[in-house]
């Protein structure tokens, strides 16, 4: 009898117990917008970052609840941009951005201090000494961009990581784990960039990279824009006002600052 009893009591409290979050689960709902799971459903979910949220879900309900900006997904590009606004209701161009790594200090140009032999990354190498080229500013070369890049769009070249921009969808991870900082993502449509990182004074750039900025301002001097300037003995390009004329590569007399093709 008392084992019936207990019974019983368990089971009325189980009834209990399940009616009131029956009931709590109505009372707290929060609706969801339909509007995310269908942004949702047209996303790569590559979940890269390269919108600048932490994945596509983060993505999509900011779009919906803090009206970021639709055409942000990198990797989706123009066609989900596209169907994004169309669901928002909105219109927004899409800008192609794509990584570009902002050193030519190669085998040739840039030597070495010493010969690593670690645990083969640029994060560790770059804590001995302070990296093994001479050049504190110059790409390492251990290819850490090369494996965080899922499109196999970035490669190692006579010691530089090189990007291929067919391939590059400017998500940005290559970036965000080069201890030196060298690679940016920039518009794509923008044929011009600043192959060097490098801020000591041109005469001891000299020492340590042969193809480095020496800081002359000659490019500065030849842009009618004023899209281009030297700070801290470095000739840095401003995008919004670039109109890719070529001036300053022209007078560039250490043709550091390249050209590349527009990708597709």
């Known amino acids: 009898m008392e084992i ?31 509007r995310i799971q269908k942004i949702m459903e047209t996303l790569p979910c590559a979940n890269c970052g390269g919108c600048g949220f932490a994945g596509c879900s983060a993505f999509a309900t900011a779009v919906v609840e803090k009206g970021a900006d639709p055409a942000s997904c990198t990797v989706g590009g123009a066609a989900c941009a596209e169907k994004v606004s169309e669901i928002m209701g909105v219109k927004a161009s899409f800008e192609r951005k794509t990584a570009r ?15 690593f032999h670690g645990l083969a990354n640029c994060e560790s190498v770059s804590k001995v000494a302070g990296g093994s080229k001479a050049c504190a500013y110059g790409c390492l070369g251990l290819g850490s961009c090369v494996q965080m890049c899922e499109y196999q769009a970035i490669s190692i070249v006579d010691g530089v990581a090189q990007v291929n921009e067919n391939k590059c969808y400017g998500c940005g991870k290559c970036a965000s784990v080069c201890p030196r900082h060298l690679i940016e993502v920039v518009p794509a449509q923008k044929k011009y960039f600043v192959a060097c990182t490098n801020k000591d004074k041109g005469s001891f750039m000299k020492d340590v990279c042969s193809a480095g900025c020496i800081g002359c301002k000659l490019c500065e001097k030849a842009c009618e824009y004023e899209a281009i300037s030297v700070e801290n003995n470095l000739a840095k390009i401003d995008y919004e006002k670039c109109t890719s004329c070529g001036a300053c590569a022209e007078k560039c007399p250490k043709k550091i600052i390249h050209m590349v093709e527009i990708a597709e």
């Open 101 to 115: 790594v902002r050193c030519a200090g190669d085998c040739e140009h840039a030597p070495l201090k010493f010969e």
């Open 4 to 34: 019936l009893y207990a019974v019983l009591v368990l089971g009325g409290l189980g009834v209990l117990f399940g009616l009131g979050l029956g009931l709590a689960s109505k009372v707290f709902k929060v609706e969801r917008d339909i």
